[in-house]
């Protein structure tokens, strides 16, 4: 029970996360301008036939984020009874999970970048928490894992970190045009993921092996979508397509970035538990 609703979160979190990416690349971000109503209604009786345009977006994205947040409570009463490291888990999904509520609603009231930029950052690692709950709460996943030598799990942890990092880099080029520190990012990501992916499929492990076949195959994904949005961004290159593909490229991207992270926070959870 806990598995399936682990899953179910995440599935809905990538949909939550795809539909704030639409809300930032539309422009629709300030389309509702109360919060926690919208237009003075009961977010959930909003009218339907008043959704159009930003306000469709970014009306779904609250009614998603509320979903989500019904299916965080409930995989943490499952996890509760599983008790020990997966209760506290738990625990903080709800607690992430509320903060993001409120860091979103505070955007719109606010009106701050730098709520923005927070707002999307913990948006990932709450996906990352999510993998790593349904990786703990999968039947394969509480089989031992094969062994792995140390300097292995020092640099799976510090490639973690490094994909975070470019997760916060690239809230801030959204929010505050920092591409510097996202295309310093992307370098490091792409000389030290693949190899500890290659290094990692090579263990056989029946968890960490196919994820990292996974993991490589997302990032050359990654990199073409991010040279594409790149280019649609900073060039005056014709884009097939157009502005749909300008508004699509983005929201991809963020949406195999979380992919990325979160099959990432799988290798180490799992190589944690070698």
Same mark, same amino acid.
């Given at each position: ?84 490291? =997966?209760?506290? @888990?738990?625990? &903080? $999904?709800? +607690?992430?999970?509320? !903060? %993001?509520? #409120?860091? *979103?609603? /505070? ?44 300097? =292995?799990?020092? @640099?799976?942890? &510090? $490639?973690? +970190?490094?994909?975070? !990092? %470019?997760? #916060?880099? *690239?809230? /801030? ?44 195959? =997302?990032?050359? @994904? ?53």
């Amino acid at each position: 029970m806990a598995h399936r609703l682990a899953l179910s979160t995440l599935a809905a979190t990538c949909v939550l996360i795809v539909l704030g990416g639409l809300v930032t690349n539309t422009g629709a971000a300030l389309a509702v301008p109360d919060w926690p109503s919208t237009f003075g209604y009961n977010m959930v009786l909003f009218p339907w036939s008043r959704m159009v345009g930003g306000i469709l977006y970014e009306h779904s994205h609250r009614l998603m984020g509320a979903l989500v947040g019904l299916l965080t409570l409930a995989l943490a009463g499952a996890l509760w009874r599983a008790g020990g490291r =997966l209760r506290r @888990l738990g625990l &903080v $999904a709800v +607690a992430v999970v509320l !903060a %993001q509520g #409120v860091l *979103g609603g /505070l955007r719109v009231v606010l009106l701050e970048d730098t709520l923005a930029i927070i707002h999307g950052s913990l948006a990932q690692a709450f996906f990352a928490l999510l993998a790593a709950i349904a990786l703990l709460t999968a039947p394969r996943g509480r089989v031992a894992g094969a062994p792995v030598e140390p300097a =292995l799990k020092g @640099l799976v942890v &510090v $490639a973690t +970190a490094l994909l975070y !990092a %470019q997760i #916060v880099f *690239g809230a /801030l080029l959204t929010h505050a045009g920092r591409i510097d520190l996202h295309l310093a990012g992307a370098v490091l990501v792409f000389a030290m993921v693949p190899i500890v992916a290659a290094r990692l499929r090579r263990t056989g492990d029946a968890v960490a092996a196919p994820v990292s076949r996974l993991l490589l195959v =997302l990032l050359g @994904l990654q990199l073409l979508l991010g040279v594409g949005s790149f280019l649609a961004r900073f060039s005056s290159l014709w884009i097939p397509g157009e502005q749909i593909t300008v508004t699509l490229l983005p929201v991809a991207h963020r949406l195999v970035g979380s992919l990325i992270l979160g099959a990432i926070v799988v290798l180490a959870v799992r190589v944690s538990t070698a």
